[in-house]
């Protein structure tokens, strides 16, 4: 992806690692290739992304900006989805260590952490929580469990989010590095 990227585009600036898969089975229950899957996505993929893209930024000898999805999941864990907490915990450290590494290359690492916004994703976690609590209505359990519980009390979309990875990608977050920056309309102070 970022041989073809750098192939059609002759620049490599900026790389977001957006992939993420949820699990919502339990501690107890979850099988080994389910955990795997989760980890291999969510964890792997980021470092692999990362990674690749540092070394053509390093080559260009320009810096660049990596950024990666990480989950209000990576501060504070939901139940029934381990994998996936765990998966965002390890996003917010491999952010810091790579934050730490890649600066002298003048390279910015940074993570943006969205809270319950409305995706498939999203829905399918209310309807796992709708299913284990008896709920009818996966809808009102998706309300309950996300702009009902925010300060703002409203709900979030994929387009509040994108307005934060631009900031992280564009040029006045030139100084920002390391930082894993939470957009959940105040569900979790940090």
Not at 6 to 23: P, S, T, W
Not at 120 to 128: C, E, G, I, K, P
Request: with cysteine.
């Amino acid at each position: 992806m970022v041989k073809e990227t750098v192939d059609k585009l002759g620049h490599l600036d900026v790389m977001v690692a957006n992939a993420g898969v949820l699990e919502t089975t339990s501690l107890l229950d979850i099988s080994v290739d389910q955990w795997d899957r989760v980890m291999a996505v969510n964890t792997r993929g980021v470092f692999l992304c990362y990674q690749t893209a540092a070394h053509h930024m390093i080559k260009q000898g320009t810096g660049g900006k990596l950024i990666a999805a990480c989950s209000i999941s990576g501060y504070r864990p939901s139940g029934k989805a381990p994998a996936y907490c765990t998966s965002k915990w390890a996003v917010r450290g491999l952010t810091q260590t790579a934050a730490l590494e890649l600066g002298a290359h003048g390279i910015t690492v940074n993570a943006y952490c969205p809270g319950s916004v409305k995706t498939d994703m999203s829905l399918v976690f209310a309807s796992r929580l709708a299913k284990d609590s008896g709920a009818s209505n996966v809808e009102d359990v998706y309300k309950t469990s996300s702009h009902r519980t925010n300060a703002i009390g409203q709900e979030l979309f994929p387009e509040d989010i994108a307005g934060l990875v631009s900031f992280l990608a564009g040029k006045d977050s030139a100084h920002m590095t390391g930082q894993t920056i939470i957009c959940d309309g105040g569900m979790y102070f940090s």
